[in-house]
């Protein structure tokens, strides 16, 4: 039958004018009663019937691979059918909220994570290509994608950020894959087994470029603990200088290290807790500070001297001070301390430096509880506000949350309002939603920006306080 | 949100959009800052939307058909107005209430259809003799086009499928627009189809020759229609695409069953907007399709759940398995499915298949309902079933989400066969039929 068809398919290609093909050359029964007359319905006549056994007699080609082993179980429940339909909404832009539309999706998937629940497997593939295009939702899409976003991403380069490397392949992927994705292999590494990830680092550190070694000790900021602070200590030594740096950032974070205690000896000397603060610039740093990681580097706004204090003082281990100093510092010493307790994420100084003088910085390092305890003792509802508002963690409580509206709206700060309109969109308690209507209620219809900036608050609002509904 | 399970999904409202446009506009006014006076109830939705005019249109949708009113000036249907209050009415996040009074317009609308549906059913009796000379002057033109037709088909098999594959794509073209002209439009667009199936196609020879068989086949079948059975002369009909009327249809042959809709697929070209429901009959195991057109930018009238379960009637048309049908009228759901029913192996489908095409040679989409299926991902990806046998999935695929909701986990799918590639509709994923 193969044959015939073949001789078929080529006299049809060529044309009866050239070569023909009869009907009864099919060895088909009954072929030869076909009635057709010359040798084109001939060959359409052969067509029509050897097309017809070709296909009822096709068999399908057997595949024999080994199927990839499939997606791990999920214990997790899925979310409700609501919230499914509220995330797909938002992923397709169906719903949009002014200025947020992504800080509700994260929304979203922050809830799905508390709730321990996960997306219908539907979505995963919205989710991967959204994390694909957001960088900074890819740790929370991980987690709420769980075993089978991980699984699915394998299949496709472009997801490979989701994708789980199975443990086996861990040593050789980090010997021979791209730097890009030998850093980001590290990082992930570096939440879950701080240690291995270290040994790792340890294996091939010296055959390393120093770009890379750089690179490296950059993703030790996650999972950061003395273990290791031997590795660090030796790169101070480094012969690049992008690599002692690295090194003494990831020092300044570990206030119980040597190298903080050396430091803390440097910073004693200078300054002297008496009746106040007594504060001696230091000299040009010796040998052991460079070593140490002081570098001739300016702060913007001080001199040279001052940039040096305010490097050891960020190195100093704050237990060093009392927090009752505050009051009495100099700018340069309350910049030297307001970096170290960034970097030693001190909760307790953080709050006393953001009481005596609240940035951004300090503000958004915070918890969300002090945070707006700080806020809401601000007496100007000015730019200098919106900038903090803008930076403060969320949740917010709820009675900030409409206090801080009513308020806003007693002042009439409209400038404020669009300055944090995405903070407040994110972090803002539902609980505020009567607040914010009543606002818009009362607001002057020519008050354009400050309205569209209202209704796209009480729609996240009601969005939000959906989302926190069904994963209740 | 309790009564969540009864509004529709995204995709479910979208899939009524007469065009891409239209769905992305609907996107557009699926905000609530420009509508007012929303509310909706068991089978209405209704809302105001400020669009460019003064006053704001009017907008109400019977969920029951579904059906669409708008006083906008738009000549679509349904107008994107009508289609983002049901996007707005799907999200279910407060913004559409359901409500116990009716806004006045909706109601009038409501209360106006029902009472345009009873008087429709007395119809008018057509003259019988104009009918027959109709009838006898569109066979002759038929007849007319198939034979020029014929003469086209052997110029064809002269100048062999080599040459003719070079022609420009005016020559399928022209040849179609002949067909559609003789009032063959069926025909017409296949023969339109080739004109870039012949250069996307890698094995577009054996598929142009067997192709100019089941035409001239057709051709064949046209002369002889005398001496057809009924079931022949339906399945020739609906190739030719002579269409039937849908009381002649509902008034021949009937089943009753309870119908699984196991598949929905649509199309859209230029001119047409064309649906296919597979249903699955529980008792009979019969596959039937109903087919649902609309011109391009109007919308379907009618719209079937995937994995809802109906109980009802349908009327058959002539033709060999599987049948084209339609709801008789009386057909109510009764549940939601739990999955794909009547599933096989592959070699049992196709078994099927070949029994089918060997009764209807020029069916073209065959349902299949698999059991078992592994999704292969590669650069052709496949659908595997436990005994190996694989078949290649059409190049318009989502294999990411096949592959998403499957895991990797053999899974029953639901699609068609056709011209040797499997384009699945549907999954069953956790006794649920999902849409692929």
Same mark, same amino acid.
């Given at each position: 039958?193969?044959?015939?068809?073949?001789?078929?398919?080529?006299?049809?290609?060529?044309?009866?004018?050239?070569?023909?093909?009869?009907?009864?050359?099919?060895?088909?029964?009954?072929?030869?009663?076909?009635?057709?007359?010359?040798?084109?319905?001939?060959?359409?006549?052969?067509?029509?019937?050897?097309?017809?056994?070709?296909?009822?007699?096709?068999?399908?080609?057997?595949?024999?691979?080994?199927?990839?082993?499939?997606?791990?179980?999920?214990?997790?429940?899925?979310?409700?059918?609501?919230?499914?339909?509220?995330?797909?909404?938002?992923?397709?832009?169906?719903?949009?909220?002014?200025?947020?539309?992504?800080?509700?999706?994260?929304?979203?998937?922050?809830?799905?994570?508390?709730?321990?629940?996960?997306?219908?497997?539907?979505?995963?593939?919205?989710?991967?290509?959204?994390?694909?295009?957001?960088?900074?939702?890819?740790?929370?899409?991980?987690?709420?994608?769980?075993?089978?976003?991980?699984?699915?991403?394998?299949?496709?380069?472009?997801?490979?950020?989701?994708?789980?490397?199975?443990?086996?392949?861990?040593?050789?992927?980090?010997?021979?894959?791209?730097?890009?994705?030998?850093?980001?292999?590290?990082?992930?590494?570096?939440?879950?087994?701080?240690?291995?990830?270290?040994?790792?680092?340890?294996?091939?550190?010296?055959?390393?470029?120093?770009?890379?070694?750089?690179?490296?000790?950059?993703?030790?900021?996650?999972?950061?603990?003395?273990?290791?602070?031997?590795?660090?200590?030796?790169?101070?030594?480094?012969?690049?200088?992008?690599?002692?740096?690295?090194?003494?950032?990831?020092?300044?974070?570990?206030?119980?290290?040597?190298?903080?205690?050396?430091?803390?000896?440097?910073?004693?000397?200078?300054?002297?807790?008496?009746?106040?603060?007594?504060?001696?610039?230091?000299?040009?740093?010796?040998?052991?500070?460079?070593?140490?990681?002081?570098?001739?580097?300016?702060?913007?706004?001080?001199?040279?001297?001052?940039?040096?204090?305010?490097?050891?003082?960020?190195?100093?281990?704050?237990?060093?001070?009392?927090?009752?100093?505050?009051?009495?510092?100099?700018?340069?010493?309350?910049?030297?301390?307001?970096?170290?307790?960034?970097?030693?994420?001190?909760?307790?100084?953080?709050?006393?430096?953001?009481?005596?003088?609240?940035?951004?910085?300090?503000?958004?390092?915070?918890?969300?509880?002090?945070?707006?305890?700080?806020?809401?003792?601000?007496?100007?509802?000015?730019?200098?506000?919106?900038?903090?508002?803008?930076?403060?963690?969320?949740?917010?409580?709820?009675?900030?949350?409409?206090?801080?509206?009513?308020?806003?709206?007693?002042?009439?700060?409209?400038?404020?309002?669009?300055?944090?309109?995405?903070?407040?969109?994110?972090?803002?308690?539902?609980?505020?939603?009567?607040?914010?209507?009543?606002?818009?209620?009362?607001?002057?219809?020519?008050?354009?920006?400050?309205?569209?900036?209202?209704?796209?608050?009480?729609?996240?609002?009601?969005?939000?306080?959906?989302?926190?509904?069904?994963?209740? | 949100?309790?009564?969540?399970?009864?509004?529709?999904?995204?995709?479910?409202?979208?899939?009524?959009?007469?065009?891409? =446009?239209? *769905?992305?506009?609907?996107?557009?006014? !699926? @905000?609530?800052?420009?509508?007012? %006076? $929303?509310?909706?109830? &068991?089978?209405?939705?209704?809302?105001?939307?400020?669009?460019?005019?003064?006053?704001?249109?009017?907008?109400?949708?019977?969920?029951?058909?579904?059906?669409?009113?708008?006083?906008?000036?738009?000549?679509?249907?349904?107008?994107?107005? =009508?289609? *983002?209050?049901?996007?707005?009415?799907? !999200? @279910?996040?407060?913004?559409?209430? %359901? $409500?116990?009074?009716? &806004?006045?317009?909706?109601?009038?609308?409501?209360?106006?259809?029902?009472?345009?549906?009873?008087?429709?059913?007395?119809?008018?009796?057509?003259?019988?003799?104009?009918?027959?000379?109709?009838?006898?002057?569109?066979?002759?033109?038929?007849?007319?086009?198939?034979?020029?037709?014929?003469?086209?088909?052997?110029?064809?098999?002269?100048?062999?499928?080599?040459?003719?594959?070079?022609?420009?794509?005016?020559?399928?073209?022209?040849?179609?627009?002949?067909?559609?002209?003789?009032?063959?439009?069926?025909?017409?667009?296949?023969?339109?189809?080739?004109?870039?199936?012949?250069?996307?196609?890698?094995?577009?020879?054996?598929?142009?020759?067997?192709?100019?068989?089941?035409?001239?086949?057709?051709?064949?079948?046209?002369?002889?229609?005398?001496?057809?059975?009924?079931?022949?002369?339906?399945?020739?009909?609906?190739?030719?695409?002579?269409?039937?009327?849908?009381?002649?249809?509902?008034?021949?042959?009937?089943?009753?069953?309870?119908?699984?809709?196991?598949?929905?697929?649509?199309?859209?070209?230029?001119?047409?907007?064309?649906?296919?429901?597979?249903?699955?009959?529980?008792?009979?195991?019969?596959?039937?399709?109903?087919?649902?057109?609309?011109?391009?930018?109007?919308?379907?009238?009618?719209?079937?759940?995937?994995?809802?379960?109906?109980?009802?009637?349908?009327?058959?048309?002539?033709?060999?398995?599987?049948?084209?049908?339609?709801?008789?009228?009386?057909?109510?759901?009764?549940?939601?499915?739990?999955?794909?029913?009547?599933?096989?192996?592959?070699?049992?489908?196709?078994?099927?298949?070949?029994?089918?095409?060997?009764?209807?040679?020029?069916?073209?989409?065959?349902?299949?309902?698999?059991?078992?299926?592994?999704?292969?991902?590669?650069?052709?990806?496949?659908?595997?079933?436990?005994?190996?046998?694989?078949?290649?999935?059409?190049?318009?695929?989502?294999?990411?989400?096949?592959?998403?909701?499957?895991?990797?986990?053999?899974?029953?799918?639901?699609?068609?066969?056709?011209?040797?590639?499997?384009?699945?509709?549907?999954?069953?994923?956790?006794?649920?039929?999902?849409?692929?």
């Amino acid at each position: 039958m193969s044959t015939d068809w073949d001789e078929l398919l080529g006299a049809a290609l060529v044309g009866t004018a050239r070569r023909g093909f009869t009907v009864d050359r099919l060895g088909i029964p009954g072929a030869d009663g076909v009635a057709a007359e010359g040798a084109e319905a001939q060959l359409l006549a052969a067509a029509a019937l050897a097309s017809g056994y070709r296909r009822a007699g096709w068999v399908p080609p057997v595949w024999r691979g080994t199927p990839a082993p499939p997606a791990g179980p999920d214990d997790r429940p899925e979310c409700s059918p609501a919230a499914a339909q509220l995330l797909e909404l938002l992923l397709n832009r169906t719903i949009r909220i002014e200025g947020g539309t992504d800080l509700i999706v994260l929304h979203w998937l922050a809830a799905a994570r508390a709730a321990g629940q996960r997306p219908p497997h539907p979505m995963v593939v919205d989710l991967l290509r959204f994390g694909t295009a957001n960088t900074a939702t890819r740790a929370v899409i991980r987690d709420v994608l769980g075993p089978r976003g991980a699984w699915l991403a394998r299949f496709n380069p472009a997801w490979r950020w989701a994708a789980t490397v199975p443990p086996e392949d861990v040593v050789e992927r980090f010997a021979t894959a791209t730097r890009a994705d030998r850093l980001a292999l590290l990082a992930d590494l570096r939440a879950t087994e701080p240690d291995f990830a270290r040994t790792l680092v340890e294996d091939t550190w010296d055959d390393e470029q120093a770009a890379t070694r750089a690179g490296l000790l950059d993703t030790f900021h996650i999972g950061l603990s003395e273990r290791d602070e031997p590795l660090l200590e030796r790169a101070l030594d480094d012969r690049a200088a992008s690599v002692r740096a690295a090194a003494a950032a990831m020092l300044d974070r570990l206030p119980g290290s040597a190298r903080a205690a050396r430091m803390a000896a440097r910073a004693t000397a200078l300054i002297t807790v008496g009746k106040g603060l007594t504060v001696e610039l230091p000299d040009e740093p010796d040998a052991a500070a460079r070593r140490d990681g002081v570098t001739d580097h300016r702060e913007p706004g001080y001199g040279r001297a001052a940039s040096w204090l305010i490097q050891i003082l960020a190195a100093t281990p704050l237990s060093t001070w009392d927090p009752d100093l505050i009051g009495d510092a100099d700018q340069e010493v309350l910049t030297g301390w307001t970096k170290a307790a960034l970097r030693q994420r001190n909760q307790e100084w953080l709050a006393a430096l953001a009481r005596h003088q609240p940035g951004p910085e300090l503000i958004g390092a915070l918890t969300p509880e002090v945070a707006t305890e700080i806020l809401a003792g601000q007496k100007k509802l000015d730019a200098r506000f919106g900038g903090l508002l803008a930076a403060a963690r969320g949740p917010w409580p709820a009675e900030f949350s409409a206090a801080l509206i009513n308020r806003m709206r007693a002042q009439k700060t409209e400038n404020v309002l669009q300055l944090a309109a995405s903070a407040l969109a994110e972090h803002l308690h539902p609980a505020a939603l009567a607040a914010v209507e009543g606002w818009l209620l009362t607001l002057d219809a020519e008050r354009k920006p400050a309205r569209r900036v209202l209704r796209g608050l009480a729609h996240a609002l009601t969005v939000r306080a959906t989302i926190d509904q069904e994963f209740r | 949100m309790a009564d969540l399970g009864s509004r529709w999904t995204v995709a479910q409202v979208l899939a009524l959009a007469p065009d891409s =446009g239209s *769905a992305k506009s609907a996107r557009g006014l !699926a @905000n609530p800052r420009t509508w007012s %006076d $929303l509310g909706s109830n &068991e089978s209405l939705v209704w809302g105001k939307c400020q669009g460019s005019a003064r006053a704001p249109y009017q907008v109400t949708v019977d969920l029951n058909e579904p059906a669409f009113r708008c006083t906008c000036p738009s000549r679509k249907f349904p107008c994107k107005h =009508g289609l *983002a209050l049901l996007l707005l009415w799907s !999200a @279910n996040d407060g913004v559409v209430a %359901d $409500l116990d009074t009716t &806004e006045p317009f909706a109601a009038d609308w409501a209360a106006d259809r029902a009472a345009r549906t009873k008087s429709a059913a007395t119809g008018r009796t057509p003259d019988p003799e104009a009918q027959a000379k109709r009838l006898a002057e569109r066979e002759s033109l038929m007849s007319a086009g198939i034979d020029d037709f014929e003469r086209w088909l052997h110029d064809i098999a002269r100048q062999g499928l080599a040459s003719v594959r070079r022609q420009p794509p005016g020559f399928w073209d022209a040849a179609g627009a002949r067909l559609v002209d003789a009032q063959v439009p069926g025909l017409g667009e296949r023969v339109r189809a080739m004109g870039s199936a012949v250069h996307a196609r890698h094995d577009w020879a054996p598929h142009l020759l067997g192709e100019l068989g089941r035409w001239y086949l057709a051709v064949n079948a046209w002369r002889r229609r005398a001496e057809l059975d009924p079931a022949a002369m339906g399945d020739l009909r609906a190739l030719l695409g002579w269409s039937r009327r849908t009381e002649e249809v509902r008034s021949g042959e009937r089943l009753a069953d309870r119908w699984h809709v196991v598949g929905l697929s649509q199309e859209e070209d230029e001119r047409l907007l064309s649906q296919r429901t597979w249903l699955y009959g529980e008792h009979t195991k019969e596959t039937v399709v109903l087919l649902d057109f609309a011109a391009a930018g109007m919308a379907l009238t009618v719209s079937h759940v995937l994995g809802s379960v109906v109980d009802g009637e349908v009327a058959l048309y002539p033709g060999g398995a599987p049948r084209r049908a339609l709801f008789a009228g009386d057909e109510h759901k009764v549940a939601q499915g739990e999955g794909l029913p009547g599933a096989t192996d592959v070699g049992a489908a196709l078994d099927r298949a070949a029994r089918w095409q060997a009764g209807n040679p020029w069916l073209r989409r065959v349902p299949m309902a698999l059991t078992g299926m592994t999704v292969v991902p590669g650069d052709t990806p496949l659908l595997v079933d436990r005994n190996g046998a694989a078949l290649t999935l059409a190049p318009d695929t989502d294999v990411w989400q096949l592959l998403a909701l499957s895991g990797g986990h053999p899974i029953p799918v639901f699609g068609e066969w056709g011209g040797e590639r499997f384009h699945p509709l549907s999954a069953e994923i956790d006794d649920r039929l999902v849409s692929v």
